[in-house]
């Protein structure tokens, strides 16, 4: 039987029983690499015409299915007796979203590796330090060099890192054990040569000068420190971490003890530089510290009436349970990365404060929030050096150790957070230029990302696409709001609410017109008159059960006492009185919605404004172009940039549509007529 191996842990390879298959062509090449990334899950067409291009052209999705092709061309072989073999197209499957790889998760090395750190730290755990040893060994015989080494493509290159990092630590890990077990005069060449590597990296230097002191060499292990100090002043202005500076001493003092399991820095990966950048530390002989050092929350408050996203709370519990949990493919302490996406004023930045309330007693290492700008009016997106200057800042780094810098600021920031359990929300994020520099390189540390765009989620990142809320959320969100001693019924009102819609509001609306459940008890009004639940329910598919429209027609309501349920949702029943009545003294939907259209090429915003004016809510390629007069191909990759914005919904495959606040907020625009004409895209369009 025919068996394909992948191999990234060094140059990429295709292995067919053990032979290599040759696999030539750059754009190839890369492709299946992105395919790897995100194995063993389906890549997002749009995350490779990003990933392949940073200005795509309008030929991409296109250029992307040939590529498609002729891999899987590539790996379709011929076997060792000239039959050809088909196996190739089983392999790379496509989907309705996109491409996936189907092949066992033991096919692939770095599964493999992840899988045998793994099971390593479970045998360690379990006082097996033997097995340990061997199956860390095995693990990392697997490396042959970097990995993906020869695939030029940013998204390749951050994963690699991210792998490489796992390779040091496991590398860390293991080295601790052997230290253990009594080996000493053994690991010293090695660890030179790692630690002149990684020269910033305090858990190799401190095996070293454990290894050189246990060897009689005390003036050697001394020296290796002083290296690493004056290093780390001349490049980042910091001092050795707290457990590098207790080795230190003890060593000096000669009173390092021959422990079982030796403890030089913590965690492996970077310095434990919680404490250390807030003035000197104070030692006892056996290198305690004299003080603690709090790490604040800066958390902005949660909604008191929070109401509803039960099913994605859970998603998101039931993920970050999984992650401690540890999994094959997450080494244990490895920082988590959620990223919630949806369009403006769906409640993205209220679910990510909530839940981080929620996991704040999981990560008491501080809790940090920060508002990135990505939307938001006149002004632009925080560039990732001033991002960084604020976190560092609010994590208590004095002003004058900050570096400048984004590259220098953002080592400076994943020191603070390494080994800590801590707890980062980024908020309102332009794309994923502007969040990469944030994020941690080590420790437990969970980082929320809020964002219109989906394009945004960094390699390794959970999504969770923030959609209207159910039915039942919705009313409950509006009576909230509205006060629940309002009485929900149209007395003496000859208005009913019972006549259908407007066909173009109404099927332009992203959930089906409901009319209540059946049998509920508020509905138990004579025959002919308005019901309470019908009322409601017809409000809420009106607000496009959309939280914040739900939340400013609730106060139009709860500040009109003389109005009813049914009059609001009459005046609900256009795109005008929308427009009109969805806004407060500070408030305003379309104003919000509308920030989208910052971030949009004049292509896409002529696109939105067109299809917003068509009487059809729903749409194919074909009718897009009957309706625009463009190409099917520049079509489908505007169609691509509105669903990654999540200004259009997919409801099936090949067909997209405008939620019906996108619809009435897209009909005020006023784009260029010439698709060829591109606007500011730092350019500010409200529209009222």
């Keep these: 039987m025919r068996e394909l191996e992948f191999a990234v842990l060094g140059p990429l390879e295709v292995r067919e029983s053990g032979a290599p298959i040759r696999l030539t062509g750059m754009r190839r090449r890369r492709l299946l690499a992105l395919l790897l990334l995100r194995f063993p899950h389906t890549v997002a067409r749009e995350f490779l015409v990003d990933a392949l291009w940073e200005t795509p052209p309008a030929s991409a999705r296109q250029q992307v299915h040939n590529a498609i092709r002729d891999l899987r061309a590539a790996l379709t072989a011929t076997t060792g007796n000239g039959v050809l073999a088909t196996t190739g197209s089983g392999v790379l499957t496509t989907t309705a979203t996109g491409y996936r790889l189907e092949v066992p998760p033991e096919a692939v090395d770095a599964h493999c590796f992840t899988e045998g750190a793994r099971a390593a730290r479970a045998a360690r755990r379990e006082g097996r330090e033997a097995e340990a040893v061997r199956l860390f060994r095995s693990a990392l015989d697997l490396w042959r060099g970097e990995a993906f080494a020869g695939i030029d493509c940013p998204a390749v290159s951050a994963a690699a890192a991210g792998l490489e990092e796992e390779r040091l630590t496991a590398i860390e890990e293991l080295t601790e054990l052997r230290l253990a077990a009594g ?180 990560h008491p290492d501080g809790q940090h929030y920060i508002d990135l700008h990505g939307f938001t009016p006149d002004r632009d997106p925080l560039t990732p050096e001033e991002a960084l200057g604020i976190l560092l800042r609010s994590d208590g780094a004095p002003p004058e150790e900050i570096p400048t810098g984004p590259a220098e600021r953002s080592a400076a920031w994943r020191s603070r957070l390494a080994g800590r359990r801590a707890l980062l929300v980024l908020d309102n994020a332009a794309d994923a230029a502007q969040v990469t520099p944030l994020l941690p390189g080590a420790g437990d540390t969970l980082t929320l990302i809020t964002t219109r765009r989906k394009s945004v989620a960094p390699d390794g990142a959970r999504r969770l696409t923030l959609g209207p809320l159910p039915q039942g959320e919705a009313e409950t969100l509006f009576r909230r709001v509205a006060g629940e001693s309002r009485t929900y019924e149209a007395e003496r009102n000859p208005r009913t609410d019972t006549a259908e ?41 009106l607000c496009g059960h959309h939280p914040l429209a739900l939340r400013l027609a609730a106060t139009r309501l709860r500040d009109r006492p003389s109005w009813t349920v049914p009059d609001l949702a009459d005046r609900l029943s256009t795109p005008e009185g929308r427009t009109a009545l969805l806004r407060t003294a500070d408030r305003d939907l379309m104003s919000v919605l509308a920030l989208s259209r910052t971030r949009l090429p004049a292509e896409a915003q002529r696109l939105a404004h067109l299809l917003a004016r068509h009487p059809s809510a729903t749409h194919d390629i074909a009718a897009a172009c009957a309706i625009t007069g463009l190409a099917a191909p520049l079509v489908e990759h505007l169609l691509d940039t509105l669903l990654d914005h999540n200004l259009a919904d997919e409801p099936t495959p090949a067909h997209v549509a405008l939620p019906l606040l996108v619809r009435d907020c897209a009909q005020s625009w006023n784009p260029p007529k010439a698709p060829q004409l591109q606007e500011n895209p730092r350019r500010l369009t409200v529209v009222a």
């Design 183 to 362: 080996e000493s005069a053994t690991l010293v060449a090695e660890l030179f040569s790692l630690t002149a590597a990684h020269p910033l990296r305090d858990a190799l230097r401190g095996h070293l000068m454990l290894a050189l002191h246990r060897s009689g060499r005390q003036a050697d292990a001394l020296a290796v420190y002083d290296e690493g100090r004056r290093l780390l002043a001349d490049e980042l202005g910091l001092e050795p971490g707290r457990d590098l500076r207790r080795l230190h001493t003890e060593i000096l003092t000669d009173t390092q003890e021959d422990r079982r399991t030796p403890k030089p820095p913590t965690p492996p990966p970077t310095r434990q530089a919680t404490e250390d950048h807030h003035g000197p530390t104070h030692h006892t002989h056996h290198g305690h510290h004299s003080h603690h050092t709090h790490h604040g929350n800066h958390l902005p408050r949660d909604l008191p009436d929070f109401t509803g996203r039960t099913a994605e709370l859970a998603l998101l519990n039931s993920e970050m349970d999984a992650h401690h949990r540890t999994t094959p493919l997450t080494p244990p302490g490895a920082p988590s990365t959620i990223v919630i996406d949806g369009m403006g004023g769906i409640g993205k930045t209220a679910l990510a404060i909530h839940f981080a309330h929620r996991r704040t007693p999981d």
């Design 501 to 541: 819609e407007n066909p173009r509001t109404d099927a332009s609306a992203r959930e089906p017109h409901t009319t209540g459940p059946a049998g509920d008890s508020r509905t138990n009004t004579p025959a002919g008159k308005p019901r309470p639940a019908t009322s409601l329910a017809r409000t809420v598919a």
